[in-house]
């Protein structure tokens, strides 16, 4: 089994920082990405971030310029630097990995539980 598990949600004024983290264990293999999804209230979950094992980012446009993916492979863990925050970006943030569990496994998406993020204006 893998297990993700969020940190690093809160409550911040317009303009303020949040740092996300998104650490994986158990049958880890290899971690090929990880991204980032949220879920506002009465909207659909949207992709936000991802990055690649070597480091290639993407971000939705709506985040671009304010938002920062990264990973740290030798803990399994995830990042999202959220800076310059808007009361838009108030939402249930969510980790993603696609997950190997060993030498012979396919990749498969693993999710975290989420983490409000709620900004206040």
């Known amino acids: 089994q893998v297990q993700l598990v969020e940190s690093g949600g809160g409550l911040v004024q317009a303009g303020g920082s949040l740092r996300l983290s998104c650490t994986a264990s158990?049958?880890?293999?290899?971690?090929?990405?990880m991204g980032w999804h949220r879920q506002a209230p009465g909207k659909q979950r949207e992709l936000v971030a991802t990055?690649?094992?070597?480091?290639?980012?993407d971000y939705a446009d709506s985040v671009k310029g304010r938002f920062t993916i990264s990973r740290d492979n030798a803990k399994n863990t995830g990042f999202l630097q959220m800076n310059s925050l808007k009361p838009e970006d108030t939402a249930v943030y969510y980790c993603?990995?696609?997950?190997?569990?060993?030498?012979?496994?396919?990749?498969?998406?693993?999710w975290g539980q989420g983490t409000q993020v709620t900004v206040s204006s």
């Open positions: 993603n990995a696609r997950v190997a569990r060993s030498v012979l496994d396919r990749y498969s998406d693993y």
């Open positions: 158990g049958n880890i293999f290899r971690i090929n990405s």
């Open positions: 990055i690649t094992r070597d480091g290639n980012t």
